[in-house]
């Protein structure tokens, strides 16, 4: 069996839209494909956003691969953190963080720890990890803001942190 080895990624930006809207966005993600194309392809979850929910996500890279994976959320406190632990094609552990700032904007953080273990993600690793995830989250950035504003003024469902 080949080394494991985890590589930590830290994002951090503002988002003008209410903390509430960016946290559903953030925690739902069924929203994904809307806001967070074309990283995000399909998500079909088993119900509605909770603890224990578990997501099929298909998610695409900057360049040919696409990759299924498996997300459960496992803490979930709205409206400041929502953690989930994926599997499948690849194995990572994500935590979202929000804070809010003067000026009503939140402050939104990512800390996702990649297990790059599955053999092909330890070939592409050293050349494609920090900018095929610097594409994907040019891509949440761009497209968080715009989506978390329009669901804020229409409604938006639930959250149950149990």
């Known amino acids: 069996m080949g080394r494991r080895r985890e590589y930590v990624f830290n994002d951090e930006w503002e988002v003008d839209a209410p903390i509430l809207a960016v946290f559903r966005a953030l925690a739902d993600s069924t929203t994904y494909p809307t806001w967070w194309a074309p990283v995000y392809l399909?998500?079909?979850?088993?119900?509605?956003?909770?603890v224990g929910r578990v997501a099929q996500e298909r998610v695409k890279g900057r360049l040919f691969y696409e990759l299924g994976v498996t997300s459960e959320i496992v803490r979930?406190?709205?409206?400041?953190e929502c953690e989930l632990v994926v599997s499948g094609d690849l194995s990572a552990?994500?935590?979202w963080t929000l804070a809010p700032l003067l000026g009503g904007t939140v402050w939104v953080r990512l800390e996702w720890r990649l297990?790059?273990?599955?053999?092909?993600?330890r070939l592409l690793a050293p050349v494609l990890r920090r900018w095929d995830h610097r594409w994907a989250i040019r891509h949440a950035i761009g497209g968080l803001?715009?989506?978390?504003?329009?669901?804020?003024?229409?409604?938006?469902?639930?959250?149950?942190?149990?």
């Open 42 to 50: 399909s998500v079909e979850a088993d119900g509605p956003l909770r």
């Open 76 to 80: 979930l406190e709205p409206p400041r």
């Open 93 to 95: 552990r994500g935590l």
């Open 115 to 121: 297990d790059a273990s599955p053999a092909t993600l």
């Open 145 to 162: 803001e715009p989506y978390a504003r329009a669901s804020a003024a229409g409604s938006g469902s639930a959250v149950s942190s149990t």
